[in-house]
């Protein structure tokens, strides 16, 4: 994740102290010596939608063996033990779960950061309510496009309306509220509109999320943007985030996914504006790249332990037979092994690339997903070869 607000204004945010913080990059069990990973939690795999790239394959049916409330209970004091920071409520849509609030009381009474991943359609004036004086630190409500791509992607008329209906419901009682937008070839000239949407609306944060081919998303690997089209969508969202700081709006905006990203924004300020490249280059180095399977970890509905939410397929341990703490702190996985310590075993281009020590090899769900191997080159990596041999390390 990359706080383009962060690295070109240098504004802060909740997320920031831990994606910044010193010592982040060197601990293998966390954020810190004294904080463990940040877990995103698919409380339920029941959704009420049917997008085309879930990457948990959902769909609006009851799915048997997940979590029971009291085993539920016990994985969240278990993360308070182990001094998780964030826990983001994901599905699935966990909105659907009948005891999603008293899961996010307990989060907060444990004094862990609760976070929402949802599709906002079931966001009414109501829930919004009760979201804010729970104490929900932040609600992400994913929209792919305005109306008609968005509903395309959701595979439901009026998803849109709907999920716009539950931010303005957010907005409405102070509760903080994000978009999230996935990018694809569908939607990406769409991005200057949601710009424009985001100020309209008066949203806080928009997080733009590079496609991962996972789940459902596995079979829109030909529907992701070329690396001249990625490069062109972050200029323009780079320009949009400037210009909103310009005219005085205080939004967050972040890309997902691709790390990638902060060393493209790094060589075109190092042109314009070299002491904020500077600056750019230190936080890079503090944050050390993907921390999937360091200071960032999954759990599914049925209890199982994954590096991050894209990578279903490998599966470190399960909390019904061991805590979260002692899974994560455990090395005898060769996949959680090889992610805490990566650069030996990262092949082709991430191998010799001299941006290693910030990108940290990328995403591997990608890699392995194209090449059938796990430690190959991220194919979404779009710096060309002359920039992967420049280096300001």
Same mark, same amino acid.
């Given at each position: 994740?990359?706080?383009?607000?962060?690295?070109? +204004?240098? =504004?802060d945010h909740y997320g920031d102290s831990l994606r910044y913080?010193?010592?982040?990059? /060197?601990? %293998?069990?966390? $954020?810190?010596?004294?904080?463990?990973?940040?877990?995103?939690?698919?409380?339920?795999? =029941?959704?009420?939608?049917?997008?085309?790239?879930?990457?948990?394959?959902? !769909? /609006?049916?009851?799915?048997?063996?997940?979590? $029971?409330?009291?085993?539920?209970?016990?994985?969240?004091?278990?993360?308070?033990?182990?001094?998780? %920071?964030?826990? &983001?409520?994901?599905?699935?849509?966990?909105? +659907?779960?009948?005891?999603?609030? *008293?899961?996010?009381? !307990?989060?907060?009474?444990?004094? +862990?950061?609760p976070t929402i991943s949802t599709n906002g359609t079931l966001?009414?004036?109501?829930?919004?309510?009760?979201?804010?004086?729970?104490?929900?630190?932040?609600?992400?409500?994913?929209?792919?496009?305005?109306? *008609?791509?968005?509903? &395309?992607?959701?595979?439901? !008329?009026?998803?849109? *309306?709907?999920?716009?209906?539950?931010?303005?419901?957010?907005?409405?009682?102070?509760?903080?509220?994000? &978009?999230?937008? $996935?990018?694809?070839?569908?939607?990406?000239?769409?991005?200057?509109?949601?710009?424009?949407?985001?100020?309209?609306?008066?949203?806080?944060?928009?997080?733009?999320?590079? #496609?991962?081919?996972?789940?459902?998303?596995?079979?829109?690997?030909?529907?992701?943007?070329?690396?001249?089209?990625?490069? @062109?969508?972050?200029? &323009?969202?780079?320009?949009?985030?400037?210009?909103?700081?310009?005219?005085?709006?205080?939004? *967050?905006?972040?890309?997902?996914?691709?790390?990638?990203?902060?060393?493209?924004?790094?060589?075109?300020?190092?042109?314009?504006?070299? @002491?904020?490249?500077?600056?750019?280059?230190?936080?890079?180095?503090?944050?050390?790249? /993907?921390?999937?399977?360091?200071?960032?970890?999954?759990?599914?509905?049925?209890?199982?332990?994954?590096?991050?939410?894209?990578?279903?397929?490998?599966? #470190?341990?399960?909390?019904?037979?061991?805590?979260?703490?002692? +899974?994560?702190?455990? =090395?005898?996985?060769?996949i959680l092994a090889g992610l805490k310590n990566r650069k %030996?075993?990262?092949?082709?281009?991430?191998?010799?690339?001299?941006?290693?020590?910030?990108?940290?090899?990328?995403?591997?769900?990608?890699?392995?997903?194209?090449?059938?191997?796990?430690?190959?080159?991220? %194919?979404?990596?779009?710096?060309?070869?002359?920039?992967?041999?420049?280096?300001?390390?």
């Amino acid at each position: 994740m990359i706080s383009l607000t962060k690295f070109l +204004i240098g =504004t802060d945010h909740y997320g920031d102290s831990l994606r910044y913080r010193h010592g982040a990059r /060197n601990n %293998p069990n966390g $954020t810190s010596e004294s904080c463990g990973p940040v877990v995103a939690w698919n409380i339920t795999r =029941t959704c009420n939608l049917n997008c085309i790239h879930c990457y948990m394959n959902s !769909e /609006n049916k009851k799915y048997e063996g997940e979590l $029971t409330h009291n085993e539920a209970i016990k994985f969240i004091h278990d993360l308070a033990d182990f001094k998780v %920071p964030v826990l &983001l409520f994901s599905g699935g849509e966990p909105l +659907i779960r009948e005891d999603f609030f *008293e899961l996010a009381q !307990e989060t907060v009474k444990l004094n +862990i950061r609760p976070t929402i991943s949802t599709n906002g359609t079931l966001i009414t004036q109501q829930v919004a309510k009760k979201l804010k004086e729970i104490g929900i630190g932040y609600v992400g409500i994913s929209l792919d496009g305005l109306q *008609e791509v968005n509903d &395309l992607f959701r595979k439901k !008329e009026g998803a849109y *309306e709907a999920a716009l209906k539950g931010i303005e419901s957010c907005v409405s009682v102070g509760q903080r509220v994000g &978009l999230r937008f $996935t990018i694809n070839r569908h939607n990406y000239q769409e991005l200057d509109r949601i710009f424009d949407l985001v100020e309209e609306a008066n949203i806080d944060r928009v997080c733009f999320y590079h #496609l991962v081919y996972s789940g459902r998303g596995s079979y829109m690997q030909s529907e992701d943007l070329t690396h001249e089209e990625t490069r @062109k969508a972050l200029d &323009l969202i780079i320009e949009r985030t400037i210009d909103f700081h310009r005219r005085g709006l205080k939004k *967050e905006i972040l890309t997902v996914d691709n790390h990638a990203d902060g060393v493209y924004l790094y060589l075109r300020l190092k042109e314009i504006n070299p @002491k904020r490249a500077d600056e750019v280059l230190r936080l890079m180095k503090t944050n050390g790249g /993907n921390r999937s399977g360091i200071a960032f970890a999954n759990v599914d509905s049925l209890g199982n332990v994954h590096p991050d939410q894209f990578n279903q397929n490998h599966i #470190l341990g399960n909390i019904r037979k061991k805590s979260f703490s002692d +899974i994560w702190k455990d =090395t005898s996985h060769p996949i959680l092994a090889g992610l805490k310590n990566r650069k %030996p075993l990262l092949k082709g281009r991430c191998q010799s690339c001299n941006w290693l020590q910030v990108c940290n090899g990328n995403f591997r769900a990608r890699a392995e997903a194209v090449t059938g191997d796990f430690w190959e080159a991220d %194919p979404a990596c779009y710096l060309t070869d002359e920039e992967i041999q420049l280096s300001a390390l």
